[in-house]
């Protein structure tokens, strides 16, 4: 199964919406990173605790994130 999602530019960016958060569910995601970011991981701490870390962009690059499947 493939999904895709694109979003093209918008003029005005506080109207849009993308993907919420969430975590996938396949094998493997490649995402094509633009200069806009919006890229967030969650890292869990020894002690229980949870932090968003923003991942900056690097307009070109390929991120490639391991899905739950694999996990």
């Known amino acids: 199964m493939v999904n895709m999602?694109?979003?093209p530019a918008c003029p005005n960016?506080?109207?849009?919406v993308g993907v919420g958060r969430?975590?996938?569910a396949g094998?493997?995601?490649v995402l094509l990173q633009d200069g806009i970011g919006g890229l967030y991981v969650k890292e869990e701490k020894d002690d229980g605790k949870e932090e968003?870390?923003?991942i900056p962009p690097i307009p070109g690059a390929l991120?490639?994130?391991v899905g739950d499947a694999l996990e």
């Open 52 to 54: 968003w870390l923003e």
């Open 22 to 24: 969430h975590s996938d």
């Open 63 to 65: 991120v490639i994130n």
């Open 5 to 7: 999602n694109y979003y």
């Open 13 to 16: 960016p506080d109207l849009t």
């Open 27 to 29: 094998t493997i995601t």
